[in-house]
């Protein structure tokens, strides 16, 4: 199960920090992964981690303003979000992908579970 929050409303420019809980014993058998949604847009590849946290894979729209990162002592993964644009509003979902190998997939179909969602609306 995973559960995503921190998300809200914020000005452009501004920065906000996403984290997904997950209640797997063997979190660090899963890749993470975190996808977005708005009503423009089909879901959309945000940024992707291996499960060691050593390969991380970002979507072109967000590469060089958004970090993500994990902690498997806490089974939680983390989204860094910086230089928010209103292009980022969206729902943004978490997800893990079970895996035996040290990739960061980058697209939805590898991903088993999924969180419920978590809003960020960037305006001014």
């Known amino acids: 199960q995973l559960q995503a929050f921190g998300g809200g409303s914020v000005q452009p420019g501004g920065s906000l920090r996403l984290s997904c809980a997950a209640s797997?014993?063997?979190?660090?058998?899963?890749?993470m992964g975190w996808f977005r949604r708005s009503p423009e847009k089909e879901r959309e590849f945000v940024a992707a981690?291996?499960?060691?946290?050593?390969?991380?894979d970002y979507g072109d729209s967000v590469k060089g303003r958004f970090t993500i990162s994990r902690d498997n002592a806490k089974n939680t993964v983390y989204l860094r979000m910086n230089s928010l644009k209103p292009e980022d509003t969206a729902v943004y979902y978490c997800?893990?992908?079970?895996?035996?190998?040290?990739?960061?997939?980058?697209?939805?179909?590898?991903?088993?579970?999924w969180g419920q969602g978590t809003q960020v609306t960037v305006s001014s």
């Open positions: 797997a014993r063997s979190y660090r058998d899963y890749a």
């Open positions: 981690i291996s499960r060691a946290g050593t390969v991380r």
């Open positions: 997800a893990a992908d079970y895996t035996v190998t040290g990739a960061a997939h980058t697209t939805s179909a590898h991903y088993e579970y």
